[in-house]
């Protein structure tokens, strides 16, 4: 069965810093395509930040390029775990964050979009307030 997880989610002031970690298991993918999406309220969910297993190949949206990182921390036959570093947070960022793993081939095809992902967490909230 697999299972995706979230973490670190919280409140935070505008300009700090904030950490989220996801960990999957249970699935059998040689080369996976694994990382982050985020929904505000009233809004579509939308792509942020993803990274490619096999060569670490990263892609970000566009409104978090320059001030988030995304991170492969630990990678092995059981479980993986990647982290989504969170600098100079806006108002703007507040969401609910979900962590998400898909097959991929190749670097190329591992994109920050929801047709690229197979299973998803349950999301953890973050705040950023003004």
């Known amino acids: 069965q697999v299972q995706v997880v979230e973490s670190g989610g919280g409140s935070v002031q505008a300009g700090g810093s904030l950490r989220l970690s996801c960990t999957a298991s249970?699935?059998?993918?040689?080369?996976?395509?694994m990382g982050w999406f985020r929904q505000a309220p009233g809004k579509e969910r939308e792509g942020v930040a993803v990274?490619?297993?096999?060569?670490?190949?990263?892609?970000?949206?566009d409104s978090v390029e320059g001030r988030f990182t995304i991170a492969q921390v630990s990678q092995g036959n059981a479980e993986n775990t990647v982290e989504l570093q969170m600098n100079s947070v806006q108002p703007e960022d507040t969401a609910m964050y979900y962590c998400?793993?898909?097959?991929?081939?190749?670097?190329?095809?591992?994109?920050?979009?929801?047709?690229?992902?197979?299973?998803w967490g349950k999301g953890t909230l973050v705040t950023i307030s003004s």
């Open positions: 998400a793993v898909g097959s991929s081939l190749s670097g190329s095809l591992c994109r920050p979009v929801q047709s690229a992902m197979d299973y």
């Open positions: 249970g699935y059998s993918y040689n080369r996976y395509c």
């Open positions: 990274i490619y297993s096999h060569d670490g190949t990263t892609h970000y949206a």
